[in-house]
């Protein structure tokens, strides 16, 4: 079997929890009662959702103190999709040193995606959230594989060769579409699958009214780079991907600059609420 078939077939399994928590997400007749049943084996689950819920990203004007307040306050699907995302850290946990810049940048590329999705107003900003938490999941995967062969791509890429190209040299996949194709085997919704593949390809992506965040995605993830959150790239900002980006969001020089302003900001008050 060849690498890339062999790395597809042996996905790892979805943490339990989340198991529970989008299978709530995903029924449209779920109830509160539903959400907390299915996360009250992992109470951390639940103390995240509210640190988050009564963080600045979402600028209540009272803490809430359970999940009943937190669903009336921002809403129960908001809650059911911060509940999947705080459920998928564990998805992070690879060995060596880049457990701590993963889970950095997939934090600070949540937030970048949430405003940007505001920003853009033609996609989903709990979709962004999640994808952009998750975006960058199919590194993980392919670390805890072959950490050695992952070192590989790293050299490849601190010679200037882009990370796609790289990836593809050494495990004839890249991470966004293994990332995406764990992420739609558990199913998660389109939204965030399409977003997390095509994260680095957004202009293979036409935006027509509402979709899938992919522009906010690409972008925060870049933002993250550039601010440097959990790992900078010196050279993000004349990636072709984000160049790309740029020009399909429409957003000048100011917006940009307004946008990593605030991202910055913000994860650097709230990176402790994600555990970063």
């Known amino acids: 079997m060849a690498a890339k078939e062999t790395i597809i077939s042996d996905l790892p399994a979805m943490p339990l929890v989340a198991q529970r928590v989008l299978a709530v997400a ?35 004007s009272r803490r809430v103190h359970s999940l009943d307040r937190a669903i009336v306050a921002v809403g129960f699907g908001t809650v059911k999709r911060l509940a999947v995302a705080m459920s998928m850290h564990g998805t992070y946990d690879v060995m060596g040193d880049q457990e701590n810049c993963l889970w950095q940048h997939a934090v600070g590329g949540s937030i970048a995606s949430f405003f940007l999705a505001n920003r853009l107003k033609t996609e989903e900003p709990e979709a962004a ?34 990370q796609s190209e790289a990836e593809l040299s050494v495990f004839d996949v890249t991470h966004s579409l293994i990332g995406a194709r764990a992420l739609k085997q558990w199913s998660f919704p389109e939204s965030v699958t399409e977003a997390v593949r095509l994260h680095h390809a957004p202009g293979r992506w036409a935006p027509e009214g509402d979709g899938p965040p992919v522009l906010a995605v690409a972008l925060g993830d870049m933002f993250c780079h550039i601010i440097g959150i959990g790992c900078k790239r010196d050279l993000a900002v004349k990636d072709p991907s984000f160049q790309k980006a740029l020009r399909l969001s429409g957003m000048g020089t100011s917006d940009v600059l307004e946008m990593l302003s605030r991202t910055k900001d913000v994860y650097e008050r709230e990176r402790g609420t994600f555990g970063a």
Do not use: W
Request: net charge negative; no cysteine; charged share 20%.
């Open 129 to 162: 959230f999640t994808a952009g938490l998750l975006h960058d999941m199919g590194k993980a995967i392919l670390i805890n594989r072959d950490g050695e062969a992952y070192s590989r791509v790293t050299d490849l890429i601190s010679t200037g060769v882009q």
């Open 26 to 60: 995903a029924d449209p007749n779920s109830s509160v009662n539903d959400l907390k049943r299915a996360a009250e084996s992992d109470q951390a689950i639940v103390a995240k959702v509210l640190r988050i819920a009564n963080s600045s990203l979402y600028g209540l």
